[in-house]
């Protein structure tokens, strides 16, 4: 299991060092459409990326069925959050509507504690493809919200720390530190 030595290097490292590599929260993120940032979103779901599985079954062979990779697909993003004067995705959408169709490249950003990016998620040639109104009642006091549903070409996302990186990493910093105190103990 090459994971678990990746692990233990990475814990050992960051007692040695006070790094913690605590995860991320989800609730801090942002999306920029085309160089803007069109506004804090409470919600964004749509992240993901699925390989459909083709199945072949060989004749005289009963013990497994071949599965190979088939198309990928990527889901509708979906982007909700609290309704203001501001306009911009209800303009685009009625441009579709319009049938002038402007495809439009983004990025969904993850941000850490001190709201700097940490983590992101590019999206290609999107366009809305449904707006949906907030649910009004007098008897309520809650926020309005309003979701835009995006089609898009696929999503890609930068490679992140890999096993052998995270071993590296935590190699040089215990090789560091025992040199700076000469030593474990």
Request: some cysteine; charged content about 20%.
């Given at each position: 299991?090459?994971?678990?030595?990746?692990?233990?290097?990475?814990?050992?490292?960051?007692?040695?060092?006070?790094?913690?590599?605590?995860?991320?929260?989800?609730?801090?993120?942002?999306?920029?459409?085309?160089?803007?940032?069109?506004?804090?979103?409470?919600?964004?779901?749509?992240?993901?990326?699925?390989?459909?599985?083709?199945?072949?079954?060989?004749?005289?062979?009963?013990?497994?069925?071949?599965?190979?990779?088939?198309?990928?697909?990527?889901?509708?993003?979906?982007?909700?959050?609290?309704?203001?004067?501001?306009?911009?995705?209800?303009?685009?959408?009625?441009?579709?509507?319009?049938?002038?169709?402007?495809?439009?490249?983004?990025?969904?950003?993850?941000?850490?504690?001190?709201?700097?990016?940490?983590?992101?998620?590019?999206?290609?040639?999107?366009f809305p493809v449904k707006w949906t109104?907030?649910?009004?009642?007098?008897?309520?006091?809650?926020?309005?919200?309003?979701?835009?549903?995006?089609?898009?070409?696929?999503?890609?996302?930068?490679?992140?720390?890999?096993?052998?990186?995270?071993?590296?990493?935590?190699?040089?910093?215990?090789?560091?530190?025992?040199?700076?105190?000469?030593?474990?103990?």
């Amino acid at each position: 299991m090459p994971g678990i030595g990746a692990d233990i290097g990475v814990s050992i490292a960051a007692r040695v060092t006070g790094l913690r590599l605590d995860p991320y929260q989800a609730s801090n993120f942002v999306v920029e459409i085309e160089g803007l940032l069109v506004g804090g979103f409470t919600d964004c779901t749509g992240l993901e990326v699925e390989v459909e599985v083709e199945e072949y079954r060989e004749g005289g062979q009963n013990d497994f069925v071949h599965r190979f990779a088939g198309r990928t697909k990527h889901p509708l993003l979906v982007l909700k959050h609290g309704m203001s004067p501001i306009d911009g995705l209800w303009g685009w959408h009625q441009d579709v509507t319009a049938g002038v169709i402007e495809r439009r490249n983004g990025t969904i950003y993850l941000l850490n504690k001190e709201q700097i990016p940490v983590m992101q998620w590019h999206f290609s040639g999107g366009f809305p493809v449904k707006w949906t109104g907030p649910t009004l009642s007098a008897a309520s006091s809650a926020v309005a919200f309003e979701s835009v549903e995006l089609a898009h070409r696929g999503l890609s996302r930068a490679r992140q720390v890999t096993a052998e990186s995270a071993v590296a990493f935590a190699t040089d910093e215990l090789a560091k530190a025992t040199t700076l105190s000469g030593g474990f103990f």
